[in-house]
């Protein structure tokens, strides 16, 4: 396992205890072009509230995004929030250098 695998599992499992992980099939985004998704999750937008918000993160430990590559992911994130109808967030995590 590389350091960007373990970085992201690594944020998956702080994100997954605290939040609701969402699960999104990266053969059906690559089948219509989106960015694929290291990790989502659901947060409630306050503790009182049903609301919640989609929050989809890319995990990072080399390089930053292309540009290429944050156009595709924010096309995953419009397309998901359409189709979800519910707002989506996109943040991108960094892993400290050794």
Known sequence: MNKGE???MFI??????????VIISSKMLRS?????????ILKKILPSRS????ILIECKCTYYPTKKQ????KRTQDYLSRVLGIETKFEVKFCQKD
């Open 6 to 8: 373990k970085f992201e």
């Open 70 to 73: 944050i156009l595709r992911l």
């Open 51 to 54: 609301q919640s918000v989609l």
């Open 32 to 40: 219509m072009d989106l960015g694929q998704v290291d990790v989502a």
């Open 12 to 21: 998956s499992q702080i994100m997954h205890k605290k939040f609701l992980p």
